[in-house]
């Protein structure tokens, strides 16, 4: 091998690196974002999750407190009655 062929080949694999890198920096950086609007979605369906939840407890609260309300009124009429 000449010096001229290794010079060549030496600036063949600077520029495909130089030009790969570019490539794989761009592959990583995609994949870091989709992880982190993956997150960010699990983090959103979680929050809608637990307000739902929320939502179920205070009504079935709400149902309670009215059920407790109409026994109480019934046994003041039950007791005015005998």
């Known amino acids: ?13 600077g520029v495909l690196g130089t030009l790969a ?7 990583l950086a995609q994949r870091a974002e989709s992880r982190r609007s ?3 979605e699990q983090g959103r369906i ?7 939840d929320q939502r179920k407890i205070d009504q ?9 309300a109409n026994d109480r009124h019934y046994r003041d009429v039950m007791l005015a009655y005998a």
């Open 21 to 27: 890198s570019a490539v794989i920096t761009q592959v």
């Open 1 to 13: 091998m000449s010096g001229a062929t290794v010079a060549v080949i030496v600036a063949s694999v």
């Open 46 to 52: 979680r929050d809608q999750q637990a307000s739902e």
């Open 60 to 68: 079935l609260r709400n149902c309670y407190v009215q059920l407790n």
């Open 38 to 40: 993956d997150r960010e």
